[in-house]
């Protein structure tokens, strides 16, 4: 969900961690910028359009619901709701992003009234049958990639930094990605990332920036192409809010038996 | 009580009317068939059944009525009729505490293969749905939650019975039930209490509860020369412990149960091991594979030691396709039960489930031996609203 902030958050104790001694990095630097400008945006809420299109243009939608609470010490947490297709109506996923080491994360089978704890290192595993995977919609944090400035690119006419982030975590499902990063704004216009066989795998483009509070820019629409199957997912949104007034207690396991 | 639990069950349907005004209102339909294979003479060989399901909600500032009904019509055997409000609540948010009163459904535990410590709700046994088949449980229950944990205190003054089969229908050792005897002199109208703390540490899930009141589970004595079962609800008296680590691709599970059950001691556990396989066979499948023994020496289990194994194929496909095959056996290599389910979307308002279970025992008179001829297989369609 969150390649959203992708990139576009993190808290402010990983910058200033990360800002003192390493700064020889020109990759690092830009990465950080990116989450710098990002920083602040406290929580938000968003609908979301899931389009699945297989290789043949056959599409399947879902629809979901999003909430985010930018996290300080600790990384972001978010909230996923699923409102269709009915068969997994009232479920919900609820992640706690750590810095370091595994995310904590937790599903909601409203049937059972249960919440189950989850492995989460199926990273590279499909989120919803869908060509993101789970980590692609994490919340990203500095520390998860180490970085390597690339080159000056022209990206749909738009001056970009080209940087190339590595996962640190040997579960990803990726050796690189790279990211094309607009000059001006700082935001990330697209990705590629490469399988750990170092082929081109898939294409995530962002349209439709739009700022919000002044400050914050998301995206309405995110398109990623499996270039290795041939298909594809689009992600639309809609409605995003800040400042909805969420707390650490909305993000509590025990609370997600409350979603409606 | 049952008067003032409908008289909350109307207010909640009223309340409920203007949910679906706001859109907070869903229906989910499932037509089930079933087939007995193996089916005695004198028993139905097939059964059909439709259950509609309704869940509404409104929320006035920090208060929250909910109502999920569940109205299930068999035509053939009656013990799978029923109409119940499984959950019909108000909630409110009163300082730093929830307060809910009413039906609710609540889950409590961490195992796969059976949830010694779930002891909120009765089950609606004669559903056959496993965990999901429950009753609504007429409750005052407050929750706290902390920064170290989530707090509850459940006082349930009114039991429910749990729900049996037709004798000619299936499963049922195809005797008639009796009515129910209890240890506790109130019977059914016995107070019941119970209490749970949860916390998570890291990789680790915890949770300790305390059960004061009556067995969810009767003990069955065959009576009346072998014609009748009679249900027999002892008092219960329990600490519950909880636990799972999570973690890479391993969950390691536990659940026990100690204390007092018909004046005797309880000790019952289920530990278990969960494996999981991403990205089989270089697709996007994941093969879960799991392990799990029950040690039950409650005179409700169907053996003191059952060891279970199962494998669970999801096939991370844009319809979910999952497929789960369970074998239990009991220690004694007596009993054994093989069941198999699938499910897939068909489309975004409706899925197929399909099911199958096989019962096996050398000796009939054992818990699996007298559902010899429950053999079942199944066909669910779900549409949703």
Known sequence: MRILFAMLSA????????STPVLANKGLEIATEVIKRDQGWGDTSSKMTMILKDKYGQSTQRSLRNKSLEGSTEGDKSLVIFDTPGDVRGTAFLSHTKKT????QWLYLPALKRVKRIASSNKAGPFMGSEFSFEDIASQEIEKYAYKYLSEEKYNGVDCFVVEYDP?????GYSIQKTWID????????????DRKKSLLKTLTFDSYKKYEDKFWRADTFRMINHQTGKETELQYENWVFGTGLSEKDFNKSMLKKIK | MNIIYWLLVSICMMLSQSAVADGNLNTKLIADFRLYPNSNAGTIDSGQSLELNIDAYKDFGATRAVLELVARFDDQDSGRRILDARQAYISSEIGAFEIYVGNRQEFWGKAESKNIVDVVNQQDGAADQGGAGKLGAPSLSVERYTEYGDLQVWYMPEFRELTFNDSNAHPSGQLLIKPARYQRSEGSNADDLAFRFSSVVDEWDLAGSLFYGTARNPILSV??????????????QSLGLEAQYTGDATLLKWESLHGQQDEKSLFAA??????????LLDQVWDLGMLAEAQHDERPQAAAKRIYVAGLRLTLNDSKDTSLLLLTSQDEDWDQSLISFEASRRINSWSSI???AKFFDAQTPASAFGALDDDDTISIKLNTFF
């Open chain 1, 11 to 18: 808290g402010l104790a990983s910058f200033l961690m990360i």
């Open chain 1, 101 to 104: 080491g595994s995310d904590d």
């Open chain 1, 168 to 172: 640190v975590d040997r579960k990803s």
């Open chain 1, 183 to 194: 000059q001006s704004k700082y935001i990330i216009l697209k990705t590629e990332y490469y």
């Open chain 2, 223 to 236: 009576v009346d020369v072998g014609t009748a079962l009679e249900p027999y609800y002892p008092k219960q």
């Open chain 2, 270 to 279: 289920v530990a278990g091991l969960e494996y999981t396989l991403y990205g």
């Open chain 2, 353 to 355: 489930e399909l099911g």
